[in-house]
C-alpha cells in the first residue's frame, strides 16, 4: 500500500445551473478556476452540450493529470481536489449530458424522415453504444477513486488499473467527441427546426431540475 495523506480536505464544489458540479476548471496544473468562462444557456442546448464537452475533457484531464503526477499513489491537496472534483462530475453531470443526447437529441433528429438524418443512424447507435462503454470504465474508476480518497492509500495494481481505465476513456471520448461534434450536431443544428430545438433545451432544464 502507497500511504498517502488522509486529512486532506476535499475541494468544494460549486452548484452549476447548467451541468453539473460547479464551474470547477482544471487547468493543465490542476489549479481549480471558478466561473471562468461563460456557459451557453437552455435557449442554445446544442452549444450547452458543446460546454459539456469541455468539461468532460478537463475532467478527464484531471483523471489523466492526477493518475500520472501522485506520486507512488500519494494524493496531495491538489491531487485530492482535482479527483474529487472529476469524479463528482462524471457521477452526476456526465450521465446528464449522456441523456440529453440519447433521450433528447437523437430521438428528434431519428423523427425525420429524410436522407441525411437515415446515413447517420448507423453513427447515432455506435456513440450510444460508446456511452455505455465509457459509463462501465467510469463505474470502475468512481470505486477506485474514491477508495482513494478515503483512505488516501491505492495499491500499486490498482494505481497501473487507475491509469489504464482513464486512458480507455481518453481513447473512446477524443473521437466519439469529435463525431458528435463534427457531424451530430452540425446535422442537427442544419434539419432540426427552431420549436424542437427550444423542446430540447426545456428537457435539459427539466432533466436538471431547474
Ligand atoms: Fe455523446
Ligand atoms: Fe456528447
Not at 59 to 77: H, Y
Not at 97 to 109: G, I, K, R, T, V
Not at 143 to 151: E, F, I, N, Q
Request: with cysteine; proline share 5%.
Amino acid at each position: 500500500m502507497h500511504q498517502g495523506p488522509s486529512n486532506g480536505m476535499i475541494g468544494r464544489v460549486l452548484p452549476d445551473p447548467t451541468n453539473g458540479p460547479g464551474h470547477i476548471f482544471l487547468d493543465a496544473n490542476m489549479s481549480v478556476n471558478i466561473g471562468d468562462k461563460p456557459q451557453a444557456d437552455f435557449s442554445n442546448p446544442i452549444a450547452l452540450m458543446m460546454d459539456c464537452h469541455r468539461r468532460i475533457e478537463r475532467f478527464l484531464q484531471a483523471l489523466r493529470a492526477v493518475a500520472s503526477n501522485a506520486k507512488e499513489g500519494t494524493l496531495d491537496q491538489r491531487h485530492r481536489t482535482a479527483l474529487d472534483a472529476a469524479l463528482h462530475y462524471f457521477v452526476l453531470a456526465g450521465p446528464r449530458h449522456n441523456q440529453d443526447e440519447e433521450a433528447s437529441l437523437f430521438p428528434a433528429l431519428s423523427a425525420l424522415s429524410i436522407p441525411e438524418v437515415a446515413a447517420m443512424r448507423k453513427r447515432l447507435a455506435q456513440v450510444a453504444q460508446e456511452h455505455a462503454d465509457a459509463q462501465m470504465l467510469h463505474q470502475r474508476i468512481e470505486a477506485l477513486g474514491r477508495a482513494w480518497l478515503d483512505t488516501g492509500a491505492i495499491t500499486q495494481e490498482e494505481w497501473d488499473e487507475f491509469g489504464r481505465l482513464v486512458d480507455q476513456l481518453l481513447a473512446i471520448y477524443t473521437p466519439h467527441i469529435a463525431l458528435e461534434e463534427r457531424e451530430i450536431f452540425p446535422l442537427a443544428a442544419r434539419v432540426l427546426d427552431s420549436q424542437v430545438i427550444a423542446e430540447i433545451g426545456r428537457q435539459m432544464r427539466a432533466r436538471r431540475n431547474i
